[in-house]
């Protein structure tokens, strides 16, 4: 058997993961599929899980509770605009609950969602989805292993659960 090492930065954290809202809806899970994988201190997972696996080991079952400041943020009435119609494709249905993604002024993606559609006056959230929730993971550590020279010079994880090579 390895010897289990702590999570610390630089590690590859290998784990399965259920996330759940206040009301106990599941909103996701890594259940049933390959573990994921992530590079620890890349910031590729939320800061309060981040810190929450800090220290813990290969074979531990972690429960972390992460509210919104550190997770997706608040909800944010600026997050959501109204806009004409005719900033859509004419041919494109527009209907509430429909997704697409956006490109905001500092040219990061962005998702908005439609939530009214009144006339020619779209309504969109661009809030994150999970914005204003507290997060309940359950984090099962499947695996800890050095990153490779390459994986912390990219600050992604290469290989199977990680980032798919670009
Ligand atoms: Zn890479």
């Given at each position: 058997?390895?010897?289990?090492q702590?999570?610390?930065?630089?590690?590859?954290?290998?784990l399965?993961?259920?996330?759940?809202?206040?009301?106990?809806?599941v909103v996701?899970?890594?259940?049933?599929?390959?573990?994921?994988?992530?590079?620890?201190g890349?910031?590729?997972?939320?800061?309060g899980l981040?810190?929450g696996?800090?220290?813990?080991?290969?074979?531990?079952?972690?429960?972390?509770?992460?509210?919104?400041?550190d997770a997706?943020?608040?909800?944010?009435d600026?997050?959501?605009?109204?806009?004409?119609?005719?900033?859509f494709?004419?041919d494109?249905?527009?209907?509430?609950?429909?997704?697409?993604?956006a490109?905001?002024?500092?040219?990061?993606?962005?998702t908005?969602?439609?939530?009214?559609v009144?006339?020619?006056?779209?309504?969109?959230?661009?809030?994150?989805?999970?914005?204003g929730?507290?997060?309940?993971f359950?984090?099962?550590?499947?695996?800890?292993?050095?990153?490779?020279a390459?994986?912390?010079?990219?600050?992604?994880?290469?290989?199977?659960?990680?980032?798919?090579?670009?």
């Open positions: 058997m390895p010897s289990s702590p999570i610390v930065d630089g590690k590859v954290v290998s399965h993961y259920t996330l759940t809202l206040d009301d106990g809806e996701d899970s890594s259940r049933g599929q390959e573990p994921m994988s992530y590079l620890h890349s910031g590729a997972i939320v800061p981040e810190r696996l800090s220290g813990r080991a290969a074979g531990e079952t972690v429960k972390v509770s992460v509210p919104p400041e997706y943020g608040e909800r944010e600026a997050a959501i605009q109204v806009v004409d119609r005719a900033a494709p004419p494109e249905i527009l209907a509430p609950g429909q997704s697409f993604q490109v905001d002024d500092e040219d990061n993606a962005v908005g969602r439609i939530t009214a009144d006339g020619d006056a779209v309504t969109i959230d661009f809030n994150h989805p999970l914005a929730e507290t997060l309940h359950e984090v099962e550590i499947t695996g800890v292993r050095d990153a490779s390459e994986e912390r010079h990219h600050g992604h994880v290469h290989g199977p659960g990680g980032h798919h090579h670009h």
